[in-house]
């Protein structure tokens, strides 16, 4: 049922009141020097100690050029401190110093006290009412208000944390999908380590799939391992909660590329059966499983597939 006109106009003007009493109309907030988004900025960076600046972005709903300004800035006052991301060393993680923890605790005290002088003016029940109001308007704007994904573009190349980050979403993705553990992490690692010190064959390759700086998939084509006219598809990996936007069928474009311009008459990859959206997507590609056999190579038995493109 579509709400009055008159209890939109309603909800309207209570908001605006909450706006100006809580004091957003003000050039600062919670009795500090900084604006209300460097506060709100504190009180997120307090709360998920280590978050990035692109997710920081997302929470704030705020173009990521105005949040590195502003972080610049708190930076500047000593308020936040940056620090190398866990997967990738490129990517900032983001923390409150001493005196940052010390401004979140003065925020969070300020805040506290106008919501307590505000529900003493009303009865306990009336304070249920309040929070369950306040609890789904506010839920209700944010499914009004999703966030867009960011652009995502395919780079080739080496970069800093690559191996750890393309190792770990491949052990994450297939101890769910074919309970792999230890055993396949550890040959992932090292195969991928060993494929890198090859790269300036030229006959050898990586892509990464990137949003901002975070690596969301990753593909190789290796030159050597399987001879000199066969291309090896290798370590294709989208991560997972990020299929759907066609990141693994780019990727794999950009691999299939690389091998014709190469002059690579075939392409080969290994895979296993009950990948069904994996095998879709490489017989859109042009694959053909020409050899199935039982496998343990990777710490648990599988049915082996071998898929090959050719380029001629």
Not at 29 to 49: F, K, M, N, Q, Y
Not at 174 to 177: E, L, R, T
Not at 208 to 234: N, Y
């Given at each position: 049922m579509a709400p009055?006109?008159?209890?939109?106009?309603?909800?309207?003007?209570?908001?605006r009141r909450l706006v100006r009493e809580l004091g957003?109309?003000?050039?600062?907030?919670?009795?500090?020097?900084?604006?209300?988004?460097?506060?709100?900025?504190?009180?997120?960076?307090?709360?998920?100690?280590?978050?990035?600046?692109?997710?920081?972005?997302?929470?704030?709903?705020?173009?990521?050029?105005?949040?590195?300004?502003?972080?610049?800035?708190l930076i500047v006052a000593g308020v936040v401190a940056e620090?190398?991301?866990?997967?990738?060393?490129?990517?900032?993680?983001?923390?409150?110093?001493?005196?940052?923890?010390?401004l979140?605790?003065?925020?969070?005290?300020?805040?506290?006290?106008?919501?307590?002088?505000?529900?003493?003016?009303?009865?306990?029940?009336?304070?249920d009412t309040v929070l369950d109001g306040l609890r789904l308007y506010a839920d209700a704007l944010v499914r009004e208000a999703p966030v867009a994904p960011r652009p995502v573009r395919i780079e080739r190349g080496y970069r800093t944390g690559l191996i750890a980050r393309v190792t770990e979403l491949h052990a994450h993705h297939?101890?769910?999908?074919a309970g792999f553990g230890q055993e396949f992490e550890s040959i992932v690692a090292?195969?991928?380590?060993?494929f890198c010190e090859r790269l300036d064959n030229p006959a050898?390759?990586?892509?990464?799939?990137?949003?901002?700086?975070?690596?969301?998939?990753?593909?190789?084509?290796?030159?050597?391992?399987?001879?000199?006219?066969?291309?090896?598809?290798?370590?294709f990996i989208v991560a997972d909660g990020q299929r759907g936007r066609g990141i693994g069928r780019r990727l794999l474009s950009a691999a299939i590329?690389?091998?014709?311009?190469?002059?690579?008459?075939?392409?080969?990859?290994?895979?296993?059966?009950?990948?069904?959206?994996a095998r879709h997507l490489y017989e859109a590609a042009g694959f053909a499983c020409v050899e199935e056999r039982p496998g343990a190579q990777w710490g648990a038995t599988v049915t082996e597939q071998r898929f090959v493109k050719s380029l001629r």
């Open positions: 009055r006109p008159r209890t939109i106009e309603d909800i309207r003007d209570a908001s957003f109309m003000q050039a600062t907030l919670a009795g500090t020097d900084l604006p209300a988004s460097s506060v709100h900025a504190v009180i997120e960076i307090a709360a998920r100690d280590g978050i990035t600046a692109t997710d920081l972005a997302d929470r704030l709903r705020l173009e990521k050029s105005s949040v590195s300004r502003m972080l610049r800035k620090r190398p991301g866990t997967h990738d060393a490129r990517t900032k993680a983001l923390g409150l110093t001493p005196a940052g923890h010390q979140a605790a003065d925020i969070h005290a300020f805040a506290r006290k106008q919501v307590q002088a505000a529900l003493a003016r009303l009865s306990p029940a009336q304070h297939y101890a769910a999908a090292s195969g991928l380590a060993a050898n390759a990586i892509w990464a799939a990137l949003e901002d700086d975070t690596v969301l998939g990753s593909i190789t084509i290796d030159g050597e391992d399987l001879g000199p006219d066969i291309a090896h598809l290798r370590w590329g690389f091998g014709a311009a190469r002059g690579f008459p075939e392409i080969h990859l290994w895979t296993f059966a009950g990948l069904d959206a």
